[in-house]
């Protein structure tokens, strides 16, 4: 079911990318697997759109969007309906739910990141949220709020960089001290149309249940997630470049006369399939680099052209390294970033190395393993927009 009624600069910001039946399904597949007797709770989608994730007897569907809600009252009839924001004054209350009731929350909450320069010209934070639910980032405040309604399981699909970056983590602020993560699907954005022309990235259909354990870092680095064509990945199976070298600007702790080069800001590797690398001279985004740090800055920049051989699901990813292997061929590495931009070469030199070109590719082949991506013609989709 297409959003159809809204344009452009609306469909973005109130996240109205609407999800796939079967991607409804496999939330469901999740739910019934993992909660006996699910068909006694009562279904709660706190931005339901046009009602796809409302099924069963008793389901709630709230939206700020009242177009919306007119269609989802169609497709949906048997629905109790909400017209409001469902981050502003969060209470069971609002639904009509008293503090006994079982609740699933199911759903595919907006998403919508102020600070990323994806659409950043047209994105803004114009909704008032209670205090403890705001955030940067419009979907983490729905995770948060689910825990405000004591949501006994909440399903939701949401970016998988949630969970896997620490700072997303630990803005999850409540929500993850008393959910932990039991079960879950990971999927390309690109499975969802009106996609924008960018890179694909994970998203992940996750099923928590409300406990007093909760969930800490560790927990989510050594939990192995599943694609939906089932590859298994763990983000503690990699080293990673943060480990290393600095990504962000450091020009208050490396000084004038010890800087050899300028390298843009890194985040993650969608990022840097964006971004450039070395730069001929420092701005606001450059990281200062010495000559000691310089061959992992190479490594970096020889790492951007292997990206297309990275599965969508590792693209929320810190940069992968093997640091034992990576200094074996540490010259090899130099040289190919040092032919590609002058202002190396004439400071470090272009020296070739015989099969240069095979033993980085063989290198990438062993750090990815059944993750290196052969076909590289086989596109897993484009970036959704949400």
């Not at 008393?178 to 994970?202: C, E």
């Not at 763990?234 to 070298?245: A, H, L, Q, R, V």
Request: proline fraction near 4%; glycine fraction near 6%; charged fraction near 20%.
């Amino acid at each position: 079911m297409d959003q159809k009624h809204l344009g452009h600069k609306d469909t973005v910001n109130l996240g109205s990318y609407y999800t796939p039946s079967w991607l409804v399904d496999l939330v469901y597949s999740l739910i019934a697997k993992n909660v006996p007797g699910f068909e006694n709770y009562t279904v709660l989608d706190t931005s339901c759109g046009y009602g796809g994730f409302l099924r069963g007897a008793k389901t709630i569907g709230a939206d700020i969007d009242g177009k919306a809600l007119e269609i989802a009252r169609q497709n949906a009839p048997q629905g109790i309906y909400f017209n409001h924001n469902s981050l502003f004054e969060i209470a069971r209350s609002q639904y009509k739910l008293d503090k006994k009731e079982k609740v699933i929350v199911v759903g595919n909450p907006p998403y919508n990141d102020t600070t990323s320069i994806i659409r950043h010209n047209i994105k803004k934070a114009e909704f008032l949220r209670d205090a403890d639910v705001v955030s940067r980032d419009i979907g983490l405040s729905f995770l948060r709020s689910y825990h405000k309604l004591a949501a006994d399981f909440v399903c939701v699909l949401h970016p998988l960089s949630y969970l896997i970056k620490k700072a997303n983590f630990d803005a999850l602020g409540q929500f993850k001290n008393n959910y932990q993560l039991i079960d879950s699907v990971v999927v390309s954005s690109g499975v969802f149309s009106a996609t924008s022309q960018a890179t694909a990235f994970p998203i992940i259909i996750a099923l928590y249940e409300r406990n007093s354990l909760g969930m800490d870092y560790a927990y989510i680095q050594q939990y192995h997630f599943k694609t939906n064509d089932d590859k298994l990945f763990s983000i503690k199976e990699f080293d990673t470049i943060g480990n290393y070298i600095a990504k962000y600007p450091n020009h208050k702790t490396v000084r004038d006369e010890e800087t050899a080069a300028y390298f843009y800001t890194m985040r993650d590797i969608n990022a840097l399939k964006r971004a450039a690398t070395f730069l001929e001279k420092e701005t606001a985004n450059a990281v200062r680099v010495t000559k000691t740090n310089l061959p992992y800055y190479c490594y970096v920049d020889v790492f951007k052209d292997y990206i297309p051989h990275i599965p969508y699901y590792l693209g929320n990813s810190d940069i992968m390294i093997n640091n034992d292997a990576f200094r074996e061929l540490e010259p090899l590495f130099v040289s190919l970033s040092a032919r590609k931009h002058p202002q190396l070469g004439s400071a470090i030199g272009t020296k070739q190395y015989p099969d240069e070109e095979a033993k980085v590719t063989g290198y990438f082949k062993r750090l990815l393993g059944a993750h290196y991506v052969e076909d590289v013609s086989q596109k897993p989709g484009v970036f959704s927009g949400w």
